[in-house]
Protein backbone atom coordinates (compact mmCIF):
# COMPACT_ATOMS: atom_id res chain seq x y z
CA UNK A 1 0.00 0.00 0.00
CA UNK A 2 1.39 3.77 -0.57
CA UNK A 3 2.26 5.54 2.09
CA UNK A 4 -0.26 8.91 2.45
CA UNK A 5 1.71 12.61 3.13
CA UNK A 6 0.13 15.49 3.99
CA UNK A 7 2.15 18.85 3.02
CA UNK A 8 0.75 22.27 3.99
CA UNK A 9 1.55 25.32 1.90
CA UNK A 10 2.60 23.95 -1.83
CA UNK A 11 1.78 26.40 -3.81
CA UNK A 12 5.67 27.58 -4.33
CA UNK A 13 8.81 27.05 -2.27
CA UNK A 14 9.84 24.07 0.14
CA UNK A 15 6.72 22.57 0.04
CA UNK A 16 6.37 22.74 -3.58
CA UNK A 17 9.67 21.39 -3.68
CA UNK A 18 8.72 18.50 -1.16
CA UNK A 19 5.90 17.82 -3.07
CA UNK A 20 7.70 17.05 -6.11
CA UNK A 21 10.06 14.75 -4.38
CA UNK A 22 7.67 12.87 -2.64
CA UNK A 23 5.16 12.37 -6.07
CA UNK A 24 8.56 10.79 -7.26
CA UNK A 25 8.95 8.46 -4.52
CA UNK A 26 5.08 7.01 -4.83
CA UNK A 27 3.51 8.83 -1.92
CA UNK A 28 0.04 9.59 -1.91
CA UNK A 29 -0.54 13.43 -1.50
CA UNK A 30 -2.59 15.65 0.61
CA UNK A 31 -1.77 18.89 -0.49
CA UNK A 32 -2.90 22.69 0.49
CA UNK A 33 -2.44 26.19 0.11
CA UNK A 34 -5.16 29.26 -0.33
CA UNK A 35 -4.05 29.94 -4.07
CA UNK A 36 -6.53 27.64 -5.82
CA UNK A 37 -5.13 28.16 -9.16
CA UNK A 38 -2.11 27.38 -8.05
CA UNK A 39 -2.80 24.13 -5.93
CA UNK A 40 -5.13 22.72 -9.14
CA UNK A 41 -2.00 22.85 -11.46
CA UNK A 42 0.04 21.48 -8.27
CA UNK A 43 -2.15 18.07 -8.78
CA UNK A 44 -2.28 17.50 -11.94
CA UNK A 45 1.15 17.72 -12.30
CA UNK A 46 1.77 15.57 -9.02
CA UNK A 47 -0.63 12.70 -10.18
CA UNK A 48 1.67 12.54 -13.45
CA UNK A 49 3.86 10.56 -10.96
CA UNK A 50 0.90 7.71 -11.10
CA UNK A 51 -0.26 8.73 -7.45
CA UNK A 52 -3.56 9.52 -6.07
CA UNK A 53 -3.79 13.77 -4.87
CA UNK A 54 -6.14 15.08 -2.92
CA UNK A 55 -6.05 18.72 -2.92
CA UNK A 56 -7.29 20.93 -0.33
CA UNK A 57 -7.51 24.85 -0.16
CA UNK A 58 -8.02 26.00 2.78
CA UNK A 59 -6.64 28.83 5.12
CA UNK A 60 -4.74 27.34 7.95
CA UNK A 61 -5.45 30.39 10.33
CA UNK A 62 -8.78 30.01 10.17
CA UNK A 63 -9.88 26.83 12.76
CA UNK A 64 -13.32 26.87 11.56
CA UNK A 65 -12.07 26.50 7.79
CA UNK A 66 -8.98 23.91 8.32
CA UNK A 67 -11.86 21.53 10.77
CA UNK A 68 -14.13 21.42 8.02
CA UNK A 69 -12.04 20.64 5.15
CA UNK A 70 -9.89 18.43 6.92
CA UNK A 71 -12.82 16.37 8.93
CA UNK A 72 -14.42 15.60 5.83
CA UNK A 73 -12.30 13.85 4.12
CA UNK A 74 -12.40 10.50 2.98
CA UNK A 75 -11.80 7.91 5.70
CA UNK A 76 -8.77 6.11 3.29
CA UNK A 77 -6.86 9.65 3.50
CA UNK A 78 -6.85 9.65 7.30
CA UNK A 79 -4.20 7.00 7.33
CA UNK A 80 -1.06 10.07 7.11
CA UNK A 81 1.83 8.74 7.56
CA UNK A 82 3.57 12.02 7.36
CA UNK A 83 2.26 15.73 8.11
CA UNK A 84 4.85 18.29 7.11
CA UNK A 85 3.76 21.64 8.66
CA UNK A 86 5.07 24.14 6.36
CA UNK A 87 2.75 26.82 5.82
CA UNK A 88 4.20 30.13 7.09
CA UNK A 89 5.76 33.31 6.27
CA UNK A 90 7.47 36.24 7.59
CA UNK A 91 5.67 39.88 6.92
CA UNK A 92 7.33 43.05 7.37
CA UNK A 93 10.73 43.75 9.29
CA UNK A 94 10.56 46.54 11.53
CA UNK A 95 11.91 47.38 15.19
CA UNK A 96 9.61 46.56 17.99
CA UNK A 97 8.68 50.30 18.48
CA UNK A 98 7.43 50.49 14.59
CA UNK A 99 5.66 46.84 14.65
CA UNK A 100 2.51 46.72 12.41
CA UNK A 101 -0.16 44.41 14.36
CA UNK A 102 -1.44 43.18 11.46
CA UNK A 103 2.02 41.56 10.27
CA UNK A 104 2.20 40.59 13.97
CA UNK A 105 -1.14 38.66 13.92
CA UNK A 106 -0.66 37.50 10.01
CA UNK A 107 2.97 35.63 11.52
CA UNK A 108 1.85 34.42 14.70
CA UNK A 109 -2.01 33.13 13.34
CA UNK A 110 -0.08 31.15 10.51
CA UNK A 111 3.40 30.34 11.59
CA UNK A 112 2.15 29.25 15.40
CA UNK A 113 -1.85 28.60 15.38
CA UNK A 114 -2.01 27.36 11.63
CA UNK A 115 0.26 24.48 12.47
CA UNK A 116 -1.42 24.01 15.97
CA UNK A 117 -4.64 23.49 14.35
CA UNK A 118 -3.46 21.08 11.52
CA UNK A 119 -1.98 19.33 14.18
CA UNK A 120 -4.46 19.08 16.29
CA UNK A 121 -6.83 17.61 13.46
CA UNK A 122 -4.08 15.16 12.28
CA UNK A 123 -2.35 13.88 15.48
CA UNK A 124 -5.28 12.03 16.89
CA UNK A 125 -5.68 10.39 13.29
CA UNK A 126 -1.58 9.22 13.77
CA UNK A 127 -2.31 8.28 17.49
CA UNK A 128 -5.19 5.88 16.51
CA UNK A 129 -3.21 3.77 14.34
CA UNK A 130 0.39 4.36 16.51
CA UNK A 131 2.23 5.03 13.46
CA UNK A 132 3.29 8.75 12.01
CA UNK A 133 5.69 11.08 11.23
CA UNK A 134 5.08 15.19 12.35
CA UNK A 135 8.07 17.40 10.43
CA UNK A 136 7.70 20.88 11.23
CA UNK A 137 9.48 23.36 9.24
CA UNK A 138 11.17 25.88 11.90
CA UNK A 139 13.83 28.19 11.06
CA UNK A 140 17.37 29.80 12.29
CA UNK A 141 15.05 32.12 13.40
CA UNK A 142 13.42 29.65 15.74
CA UNK A 143 17.08 29.33 17.07
CA UNK A 144 18.65 32.86 16.99
CA UNK A 145 16.71 36.53 17.00
CA UNK A 146 18.24 39.09 14.43
CA UNK A 147 17.43 42.91 14.28
CA UNK A 148 13.99 43.85 13.33
CA UNK A 149 12.81 39.91 13.09
CA UNK A 150 11.26 40.06 16.33
CA UNK A 151 7.77 38.56 15.96
CA UNK A 152 8.96 36.39 13.34
CA UNK A 153 11.65 34.88 14.97
CA UNK A 154 9.30 34.19 18.30
CA UNK A 155 6.79 32.63 16.34
CA UNK A 156 9.47 30.13 14.86
CA UNK A 157 10.51 30.13 18.33
CA UNK A 158 7.22 28.96 19.32
CA UNK A 159 7.70 26.45 16.52
CA UNK A 160 11.05 24.94 18.41
CA UNK A 161 9.07 24.78 21.51
CA UNK A 162 5.33 23.39 19.96
CA UNK A 163 8.30 20.54 18.13
CA UNK A 164 9.76 19.40 21.47
CA UNK A 165 6.28 19.65 23.24
CA UNK A 166 4.98 17.33 20.59
CA UNK A 167 7.29 14.76 21.01
CA UNK A 168 7.44 14.17 24.27
CA UNK A 169 3.58 13.83 23.44
CA UNK A 170 3.57 11.75 20.88
CA UNK A 171 6.18 9.42 22.60
CA UNK A 172 3.88 6.54 24.17
CA UNK A 173 2.47 6.06 20.34
CA UNK A 174 5.92 5.46 18.77
CA UNK A 175 5.45 8.94 16.60
CA UNK A 176 8.23 10.48 15.37
CA UNK A 177 8.23 14.18 15.51
CA UNK A 178 11.44 16.32 13.67
CA UNK A 179 11.84 19.69 12.74
CA UNK A 180 14.12 21.56 10.18
CA UNK A 181 15.64 24.71 10.43
CA UNK A 182 16.87 26.23 7.39
CA UNK A 183 18.53 29.63 7.12
CA UNK A 184 18.39 31.84 3.87
CA UNK A 185 15.90 29.45 1.01
CA UNK A 186 15.24 31.61 -2.52
CA UNK A 187 11.84 30.99 -2.49
CA UNK A 188 8.64 33.79 -2.42
CA UNK A 189 9.17 34.09 1.07
CA UNK A 190 11.12 37.31 0.82
CA UNK A 191 8.54 38.84 -1.36
CA UNK A 192 6.01 38.17 0.70
CA UNK A 193 8.39 39.56 3.59
CA UNK A 194 8.56 42.59 1.89
CA UNK A 195 4.89 42.74 0.33
CA UNK A 196 5.85 42.28 -3.51
CA UNK A 197 8.70 44.57 -3.39
CA UNK A 198 10.71 42.19 -5.37
CA UNK A 199 13.80 44.06 -5.69
CA UNK A 200 13.92 44.43 -2.18
CA UNK A 201 13.49 40.50 -1.98
CA UNK A 202 16.15 39.66 -4.76
CA UNK A 203 18.46 41.54 -2.64
CA UNK A 204 18.45 39.41 0.06
CA UNK A 205 19.76 36.75 -2.33
CA UNK A 206 22.63 38.42 -4.03
CA UNK A 207 26.30 37.62 -3.68
CA UNK A 208 26.41 34.32 -2.75
CA UNK A 209 24.23 31.01 -3.39
CA UNK A 210 21.43 31.09 -1.52
CA UNK A 211 19.42 27.63 -1.06
CA UNK A 212 16.33 26.25 -3.08
CA UNK A 213 13.18 24.65 -2.02
CA UNK A 214 14.95 21.50 -3.46
CA UNK A 215 17.84 21.73 -0.88
CA UNK A 216 15.69 21.58 1.83
CA UNK A 217 12.61 19.15 0.40
CA UNK A 218 15.78 16.57 0.16
CA UNK A 219 16.62 16.99 3.87
CA UNK A 220 13.28 16.61 4.49
CA UNK A 221 13.35 13.34 2.79
CA UNK A 222 16.10 11.93 4.29
CA UNK A 223 14.47 12.34 7.72
CA UNK A 224 11.11 10.83 5.87
CA UNK A 225 13.33 7.81 5.02
CA UNK A 226 15.11 7.08 8.04
CA UNK A 227 14.41 3.63 9.65
CA UNK A 228 10.92 3.74 11.74
CA UNK A 229 13.44 3.37 14.93
CA UNK A 230 15.52 6.86 13.70
CA UNK A 231 13.97 10.12 14.54
CA UNK A 232 15.86 13.27 13.03
CA UNK A 233 15.24 15.68 16.23
CA UNK A 234 16.25 18.95 14.33
CA UNK A 235 18.64 19.81 11.18
CA UNK A 236 19.64 23.38 10.70
CA UNK A 237 20.57 23.90 6.90
CA UNK A 238 22.17 26.81 5.44
CA UNK A 239 23.82 27.99 2.36
CA UNK A 240 27.58 27.57 2.91
CA UNK A 241 28.01 31.22 2.95
CA UNK A 242 25.89 32.00 5.83
CA UNK A 243 26.79 31.38 9.40
CA UNK A 244 24.37 32.00 11.87
CA UNK A 245 21.26 34.31 10.97
CA UNK A 246 23.35 37.57 10.05
CA UNK A 247 26.73 36.51 9.09
CA UNK A 248 26.78 36.06 5.44
CA UNK A 249 29.72 35.56 3.05
CA UNK A 250 29.22 38.21 -0.16
CA UNK A 251 30.90 38.85 -3.05
CA UNK A 252 29.42 41.79 -4.50
P1 LIG B 1 6.87 30.57 0.20
O1 LIG B 1 6.27 31.92 0.40
O2 LIG B 1 7.50 30.28 -1.12
O3 LIG B 1 5.78 29.45 0.49
C1 LIG B 1 4.91 29.54 1.59
C2 LIG B 1 3.76 28.55 1.44
O4 LIG B 1 2.92 28.65 2.60
C3 LIG B 1 2.90 28.85 0.23
O5 LIG B 1 2.54 27.65 -0.41
C4 LIG B 1 1.67 29.52 0.83
O6 LIG B 1 0.52 29.20 0.04
C5 LIG B 1 1.57 28.81 2.20
N1 LIG B 1 0.82 29.61 3.16
C6 LIG B 1 1.18 30.81 3.67
N2 LIG B 1 0.20 31.27 4.48
C7 LIG B 1 -0.79 30.34 4.46
C8 LIG B 1 -2.06 30.24 5.09
N3 LIG B 1 -2.52 31.20 5.90
N4 LIG B 1 -2.82 29.15 4.85
C9 LIG B 1 -2.37 28.17 4.02
N5 LIG B 1 -1.17 28.20 3.41
C10 LIG B 1 -0.40 29.28 3.63
O7 LIG B 1 7.92 30.40 1.37
P2 LIG B 1 8.88 29.18 1.81
O8 LIG B 1 8.68 28.00 0.96
O9 LIG B 1 10.22 29.73 1.94
O10 LIG B 1 8.31 28.93 3.27
C11 LIG B 1 7.89 27.66 3.75
C12 LIG B 1 8.21 27.57 5.24
O11 LIG B 1 9.63 27.63 5.40
C13 LIG B 1 7.65 28.71 6.09
O12 LIG B 1 7.17 28.14 7.30
C14 LIG B 1 8.85 29.60 6.34
O13 LIG B 1 8.72 30.32 7.53
C15 LIG B 1 9.93 28.55 6.42
N6 LIG B 1 11.31 29.03 6.22
C16 LIG B 1 11.65 29.69 5.05
C17 LIG B 1 12.96 30.12 4.88
C18 LIG B 1 13.39 30.91 3.69
O14 LIG B 1 14.47 31.55 3.75
N7 LIG B 1 12.66 30.91 2.59
C19 LIG B 1 13.98 29.82 5.88
C20 LIG B 1 13.49 29.15 7.05
C21 LIG B 1 12.21 28.75 7.18
P3 LIG B 1 -0.68 30.22 -0.31
O15 LIG B 1 -0.10 31.60 -0.38
O16 LIG B 1 -1.20 29.70 -1.61
O17 LIG B 1 -1.65 30.04 0.80
C1 LIG C 1 13.65 32.52 7.20
C2 LIG C 1 15.08 32.75 7.51
O1 LIG C 1 16.63 34.26 8.82
O2 LIG C 1 15.42 35.19 6.90
O3 LIG C 1 13.04 31.83 8.24
O4 LIG C 1 14.30 34.78 8.94
S1 LIG C 1 15.34 34.32 8.09
Redesign the pocket.
Known amino acids: MKKIALI ?9 ALARLLAHDQYDLII ?4 AD ?2 SAMADELKQHGIQVLPLC ?4 NYEETERTLSSIPEQWRAIDVLVN ?5 VGLNPIQEGVLEDWERMI ?3 VK ?1 LLYVTRIVSPWMVARKQGHIIN ?5 GKEVYPNGNVYCAS ?1 HAVDALTKGMRQDMLPYGIRVSQI ?12 RFKGDQQRAANVYKGYE ?2 T ?1 ED ?1 AHAIRFMIQCPAHVCINDMVIMPTAQANSGLFFKQL
Do not use: M, Y
Open positions: TGVTSGIGQTGRRRLFDVRNAGLANTNGICSIAKCPGAVETEFSEVPLGV
